[in-house]
């Protein structure tokens, strides 16, 4: 039987982005535990964008992230998005649009909450704050060996 305790939460600024580093031999980035450790213990939390098995791996480590999962409302919607925030990209719209919907289809037990990309403008940065702030106003409960 487990003894649960309740930690009270923490108040964060909210967000850093979190630096990513070459992997090892590897054309791809990762983004190391240590830079997220390095984010929190100044009071902010680290935004990061990183795949499914990659939240296992954080909640594994039991750093519990609040993941917020970014809808596209359609194809267009991703490209317009890519010109105005990455011009440089050269991911197909397509790709990223059919990837997102797998990822709703069966990672969706790993988001905290969903917002929608739709329109313009910085709405869906003010709802990843709200959902933030939310988030970190409740308790954490977790096993009384790891308080």
């Known amino acids: 039987r487990?003894?649960?305790?309740?930690?009270?939460?923490?108040?964060?600024?909210?967000?850093?982005?979190?630096a990513s580093v070459p992997r090892d031999g590897a054309s791809s980035k990762v983004i190391k535990l240590d830079s997220v450790r390095q984010?929190?213990?100044k009071n902010?939390?680290?935004?990061?964008?990183?795949?499914?098995?990659?939240?296992?791996?954080?909640?594994y480590v039991q750093y519990y992230p609040v993941v917020v999962f970014c809808e596209p409302e359609s194809r267009q919607g991703?490209?317009?998005?890519?010109?105005w925030l990455a011009p440089d990209s050269r991911k197909s719209s397509r790709r990223l649009y059919a990837q997102a919907n797998k990822m709703k289809k069966y990672c969706s037990h790993l988001f905290t909450a969903t917002i929608s990309l739709s329109g313009s403008g910085n709405a869906w940065y003010e709802q990843i704050q709200e959902i933030i702030r939310t988030q970190q106003s409740q308790p954490v409960w977790t096993t009384a060996e790891q308080v």
Do not use: F, G, W
């Open 39 to 41: 984010i929190a213990e």
């Open 2 to 18: 487990l003894e649960l305790s309740e930690v009270q939460p923490l108040s964060c600024s909210i967000s850093v982005s979190a």
């Open 78 to 83: 991703i490209k317009a998005m890519r010109q």
């Open 44 to 59: 902010k939390h680290a935004l990061l964008d990183i795949t499914p098995s990659a939240v296992e791996r954080l909640n």
